[in-house]
């Protein structure tokens, strides 16, 4: 199935077709009808999900056409359009609202052009951690009735959510919000930008060309291009708990030990670090993979915020994984 994915609109599309396979023995022909279709309906289905970025709560807007029926199956006969969803870390996690019924069941003529829209909502106390994180997987399912024979449910692919009301995200951003989980969210500079041009530059080396970076090491891979097989950079909010400060400990004194060895142009200048002191795979790590390199402080300072702000609009929270590239 195609799709636009996204941490806060997702977008998807595909082909649905139901078949009403050998149900002779309902109809008392079980032998003379074994192996053929009585009837079939076949449309496309188009699944619009916006999340939410101040509240546990997601829209599923869905929109069917380009239906063709076949066989018992003509425009009177019933289509039923079922969400399930299974919510962690309990059933009451997540729940399906602002839908008329579940199943929601008109004729198959009526589906030819139709949109349908309902909630997945999580309340605030049923997740887990300081994050109070709980996610949510749902499908579609569609069977369509006529002529005394129904086909079995189909189901669509899976699909997913993760609600949170995390303090990590800082003021500027609602304690509060849903994303669809199933994308590795993605992050980029861009090289052309006078005022981040710096520390793109130095992304770019670390990430592009490690062996031209400092401190030297042979055979050096710095993570965060997962585009190229390497492995993704991982958030660490350092007042997450104890094990997060230490991490942000770690990373801070590994990166000025490492500044130690370079040279200041002069006092506007600041020692940047890849992957960021923000991440669990920053200098502290102890395994050699990083870089660090002095760049214009003000560069540096207004890369730091275009990160912690990407950080608040994808919700970005601890642990969560992310990739990075630069144009």
């Given amino acids: 199935m195609p799709s636009d994915a996204g941490r806060t609109h997702n977008r998807r599309q595909g082909d649905q077709p139901l078949q009403l396979l ?3 023995l309902q109809h008392g022909h079980q032998a003379q009808w074994q192996g053929e279709v009585e009837g079939m309906v076949r449309f496309r289905e188009t699944e619009i ?30 289509m039923s ?16 609202t602002d839908i008329s019924s579940n199943p929601f069941t008109e004729t198959v003529g009526a589906w030819r052009d139709e949109y349908i829209a309902y909630g997945l909502v999580s309340a605030k106390g049923t997740g887990t951690g300081p994050d109070d994180i709980a996610t949510c997987v749902y ?8 002529d005394g024979a129904t086909t079995p449910w189909s189901s669509g692919p899976e699909n997913g959510l993760r609600f949170d009301s995390s303090k990590s995200l800082g003021s500027k951003f609602y304690d509060e919000g849903a994303i669809f989980d199933r994308v590795i969210p993605v992050f980029s500079y861009d090289r052309a930008k006078s ?32 585009w190229n097989g390497r492995p993704p950079l991982h958030r660490n909010w350092a007042n997450y708990d104890a094990a997060a400060a230490e991490t942000a400990r ?11 060895g370079l040279s200041r142009p002069n006092d506007s200048y600041q020692c940047d670090e890849f992957p960021f002191a923000s991440t669990m795979e ?28 990407w950080y608040g609009s994808d ?13």
């Fill in 22 to 24: 050998p149900l002779g």
């Fill in 49 to 78: 999900g916006t999340g939410s970025d101040n509240m546990r709560d997601a829209t599923i807007e869905d929109h069917t056409d380009q239906l063709t029926s076949s066989g018992v199956f003509n425009d009177s006969a019933l």
């Fill in 81 to 96: 359009f079922e969400v399930t969803q299974a919510g962690w870390p309990s059933s009451n996690s997540c729940k399906v």
């Fill in 139 to 146: 499908q579609h399912n569609w069977k369509v009735t006529g």
């Fill in 195 to 226: 005022d981040t041009k710096g520390v793109a530059n130095h992304v770019y080396d670390a990430l592009y060309r490690p062996q031209t970076t400092y401190p030297q090491k042979a055979n050096k891979v710095i993570p965060g291009d997962i």
């Fill in 250 to 260: 770690k990373n801070r004194n590994a990166k000025d030990a490492a500044c130690r």
């Fill in 282 to 309: 920053g200098a502290g790590l102890g395994d050699g993979n990083f870089s660090v390199r002095y760049v214009p402080g003000a560069e540096n300072s207004k890369a730091g915020t275009e990160l912690s702000d």
């Fill in 315 to 327: 919700r970005i929270l601890h642990n969560n994984a992310y990739g990075i590239f630069v144009k």
